[in-house]
Structures are given as C-alpha cells and as structure tokens.
C-alpha cells in the first residue's frame, strides 16, 4: 500500500470534473483491409489482420500496486508525437512478464499521475492533479470529484473505504493549506464525501501521506515537529486522536537535529492484530551524502496503557544516503528507500538485527519514490518514480521486486 511514503510533486488549483479515458496516443494498434480480386458477381471477400498494442518502447515505471505476490500493475509513461503518453502495464507472474492493459494512450494523462493503487484486479486509482477510479482493472478511467483546488496527497483503503488526504490552498494566511480528510466507498460507489470525526488541520505545505493498518488509519501532516500532527483514525468508531510526534526532539542519545521533512508513517500488525501497530522514521543529522535514520513503533492502548505512546526500535537503518521512503510489512518487517550519489534500498525482517542492502547507481542517486511491501516475503520499489523524471532516450526511473524479504531484488523489464 501506499503510502510507506513518498514526496511527490504538487499540484493545487485542479478541477476534478473531468472525463478520463483512454485517448489514442502514440503506439496504438494498427488494422489493414484487403479485398481479394474477382471476376465473378461475388462481392469480394475481405481479409482482415490487427496488430496488437504492445507496450511501448521507452515505458519507464512512475507508480506500482500488487494485489498478490504474483498479480500487480504498472504505470508508466514514455515519449509520444504528443509529447508524453501514459499506459498502464499487467503481470501475474510476479513481474516476469507484463502485457498492456488497454490500448496505448492517455492512462489519465490530465491527471498527470503521481500515484497508483489498486485494491483487487478490478478496483484501482490514479492520483495526481485529481483522482481517478477504474472498476475493470483499469480498462477505463472516471474521475472522482473532489473539493475543487485541492492536492491528493495520498490514498490508502481500510475495509470497504478508500481514503484521500487533500490539501486545499487557503488564502488567509497567503501560502497556507488545509488538511482533510475524504471518503469513498469502493465497493458500492465512486462518490466521495468528508469524513466525519477527522477536522481539518492548517499545514504550510501538501505534503501529508495515510498509512493503512487493519482497522486503523495513520495520518501523517506536513513535516516533522510539535507543529504537524500525527494522527489516528478509527473508522469504526468515527474518531480521531493525535499522537505526539517522535521526531520532533528524539534524534537519538545525543539529540541531533532533524532534517526538515524527516518524518514519514507507516503500518504492521498490532497487538490486537485486528488493529495496527505505526512505525515513524525520523531522519536526523544530515552530512556528506549520509544520515542517521531512527525508527519509532507506537501499538494501540491497552489495559496498562491509556494512550499511544512511542518505543525505539533497537536498530536503525544504515546511514548511507537520505531517507526518501519508508515502509512495514504486515509482520513488522521494515524497508528504508535512501539516496545520494546512488539509491538504496535497506530492509530488514522482523526480530533481526541486521539490514540487507540494494544499491543502484544508474540514476545518479535518484530518490526511491515508491516502497511498498506485499507481504512478508515480496516488497518493490520504484527509483525515479515521479519526483526529477526526464523524459529522454536514457531510463529516468526503474522498479525492483524481491520474493526473499529484500535478501535480493531483480529489476524489472517492461
């Protein structure tokens, strides 16, 4: 799931109400017709040939979602006589192989996406400047009618609902926005409406991510410190608490700085496992290409403990390269998107104390935009992503998947 989260471009004063499909654009099939000749007063008889759309040369991964280790998708975009084109690519053998889902085009194009998130083989989204919601497995597109002017900061589903993270620029103060919260039930509608027992929240900037639990939802607004909140939602009981922010003075025994943004939310099991367990990573003391990266867990209450409150956990990630993703497997095992230089992916398995690396220094140390754990044993990872991609006859962005719990990644082939 989303959102281990990523920074993601953003974008404000888009309006929701909009028909999406799936244009023509660049690489789509092509039919030719034939007549055979005749000398007889029989029409004459037609031969047809279709060449089927394939995914097109150049296609490099902005966004990624599995709904099993084996079945997930892709979307990407390359260079078209238009200028950029986006598709949306299939596989069900766990990255293998993939095949287009729909004809070459537009997946979305006026949304220009940023993030992707499918529920099960039918049910998806695309975010960017909008929404977009596909029941066919994204063989068509309708878009989602959000407050007018807001940014999608991040989607995550709990249950039945889909969850959207808005910001909405505000003009008193200048330069400020709003936080809320929107809803959609996927399974019976596309509509969406605010939800209840969540206010919104004044942030500086769009920059909030949702971390799905089992029956919890994690918000995480704006940046690290006391000023931008942390919160837990219970849809069952239509409520919201706050939790304090662990990274807004714990930086370690010797109390180090944190970077600004330093902060990101992410979900395992809790104990009950019916709810969630939240982890924070906090990035601190940034320096020469590497930082310290501490990581918090918070468990729901219980019996002897009132309230949400934030515990260590005993091993932090490597230092090399600054943090840029973060993500939990459903046991609790974690995963560390870095960059500088070159881009890193640390995992390591719940109860262990040590961290498996994936280096890649193709991209220059592009940041890893998308970490996200299927379960236990699969997690990916998108470099590149949609934050810095240039188009261009070099790859700007590529994907990894590792069946072992990170032990070892193979990149991906379109």
């Keep these: 799931m989303p959102d281990g989260h990523t920074r993601r471009l953003r974008f404000a004063g888009a309006s929701l109400a909009i028909a999406v499909g799936l244009a023509a654009c660049g690489q789509g099939g092509s039919t030719t017709t034939t007549s055979a000749a005749t000398t007889s007063s029989t029409p004459p008889a037609s031969t047809t040939s279709t060449t089927a759309p394939s995914i097109a040369s150049g296609f490099q991964p902005l966004a990624m979602s ?103 620029p505000t003009s008193s103060p ?23 027992g969540f206010s919104p929240v004044a942030t500086p900037a769009p920059s909030g991510s ?3 639990g089992a029956s919890l939802l994690g918000i995480d607004i704006g940046r690290a410190g006391t000023t931008s909140p942390l919160w837990i939602y219970d849809p069952a009981a239509g409520a919201s608490t706050s939790l304090p922010d662990p990274c807004a003075t714990s930086a370690g025994a010797t109390s180090l700085p944190l970077l600004s943004g330093g902060r990101y939310l992410a979900a395992g099991t809790g104990d009950p496992a019916s709810k969630a367990a939240f982890y924070a990573l906090c990035t601190a003391n940034p ?55 070159a881009s ?57 998947y590792s069946a072992n719990a990170g032990a070892s990644f193979v990149k991906l082939a379109f």
């Design 66 to 168: 599995f709904v099993s280790s084996s079945l997930g998708f892709a979307l990407g975009h390359y260079q078209c006589a238009q200028g950029q084109c986006y598709q949306l690519a299939r596989t069900s053998d766990e990255g293998k192989a993939w095949t287009l889902v729909a004809p070459a085009g537009s997946v979305v194009s006026s949304l220009n996406p940023q993030g992707m998130y499918f529920a099960d083989a039918a049910h998806g989204w695309v975010w960017g400047k909008g929404a977009a919601f596909t029941t066919n497995g994204g063989k068509s597109w309708s878009a989602l009618v959000l407050p007018a002017g807001s940014v999608v900061d991040s989607l995550a589903v709990v249950g039945s609902q889909a969850y959207f993270l808005l910001s909405t």
């Design 344 to 400: 890193f992916v640390y995992t390591q398995q719940s109860g262990s104390t040590s961290w498996t690396s994936l280096t890649d220094s193709s991209l220059g140390g592009a940041p890893v935009t998308q970490l996200e754990w299927i379960d236990d044993a699969h997690v990916y990872a998108v470099i590149g992503g949609p934050e810095g991609v240039t188009l261009g006859p070099s790859t700007s962005s590529v994907a990894y």
């Design 287 to 341: 320096g020469a290409g590497s930082s310290q990266k501490l990581i918090y867990s918070s468990q729901p209450p219980t019996s002897s403990a009132t309230s949400w409150s934030w515990t260590s956990v005993s091993t932090s990630a490597p230092l090399g390269g600054l943090a840029s993703a973060f993500a939990t497997s459903p046991g609790s095992n974690l995963a560390v998107g870095a960059a500088s230089g």
């Design 210 to 212: 949702l971390a799905p």
């Design 174 to 196: 200048p330069g400020t926005y709003v936080a809320s919260l929107f809803q959609q039930d996927w399974e019976t509608s596309g509509g969406t409406t605010p939800v209840g």
